[in-house]
């Protein structure tokens, strides 16, 4: 699966983004889809995910109640609406999929919040 992510930029704290992450080579409707992020000299964490029925979504605390995870399969694209967003969340955002693990990764979209 290939995967394309854009929708990153730079934003003021209290702000808005849309994450988009498009599949091609294969229909993602059953398989795991999800988004992590790497800051800075950081390791690369967990955001946001589908299960492969796409019926359950998980969240790292640090954004729950921020971030929510779509998908629209129709499309074969699986969405990150970020919401008052912080400067600790500044980092690289990846999209990743695969039918039992995260198999397959995107290029990554950097995001950066201002203070």
């Known amino acids: 699966v290939q995967l394309q992510a854009c929708g990153g930029g730079l934003v003021q704290a209290g702000g808005s983004l849309r994450l988009s992450c498009a599949a091609s080579?294969?229909?993602?409707?059953?398989?795991?889809m999800g988004w992590f992020r790497q800051a800075p000299g950081k390791e690369r964490q967990f955001v946001a995910g589908?299960?492969?029925?796409?019926?359950?979504?998980y969240y790292s605390e640090s954004v729950k109640g921020r971030f929510t995870i779509s998908r629209d399969n129709a499309k074969n694209t699986v969405y990150l609406q970020m919401n008052s967003l912080k400067p600790e969340d500044t980092a690289v955002y990846y999209c990743?999929?695969?039918?039992?693990?995260?198999?397959?990764w995107g290029q990554g979209t950097l995001v950066t919040v201002s203070s």
């Open positions: 990743a999929a695969g039918q039992f693990a995260y198999d397959d």
């Open positions: 080579g294969r229909t993602v409707s059953s398989y795991y």
């Open positions: 589908f299960d492969r029925s796409g019926g359950t979504t």
